[in-house]
């Protein structure tokens, strides 16, 4: 991958994570932390990426897609960790779905990411297992959220 594609790819993950940042309360914060791991996460729209980034990666940039990034960072260190990351994601007549997560692997960063549909003001409930040391249980992630279609 070239230079000017990270760039791209990390910038659009900074204003999505300053978007989120001022949007909502710092209670907020969408993180999780356990003793050994901070595991950051957010959806976002995939008209927010760039159309090189999308095509770099493979994403369907749409109104109605959206994608759900995943990192795992080590609290001791401060580098990112790979982990293992399965999970669903349930609407609200139950119909439920797997998430298939791609790894992307940079030079200073690690990602998960999964594509998803949706609907106008479609809410999404997730189910994650996230798990850096497979020798250890893995840590769940439950959230939900609401999409809505890029204008």
Sequence with gaps: MNLTRYLSFIYCLLLVSLALSLALPSYAEQAIHSQKYDIHYNAFNTMMV????????GFTR??????????????ATKNPLPAMVTGTRTNIIGQRLPLDFQQIKEQNAIYYIAQLRFTEEEMW???LK??????VEAIPLKFSQTFYLEK
Aim: proline share 6%.
């Design 50 to 57: 760039t159309p090189d980034v999308a095509q770099s990666y």
């Design 62 to 75: 749409a109104r109605n897609r959206a994608l759900l990034n995943i990192s795992v960072i080590d609290k």
């Design 125 to 127: 409930r997730f189910e």
């Design 130 to 135: 996230i798990q850096p040391d497979l020798n």
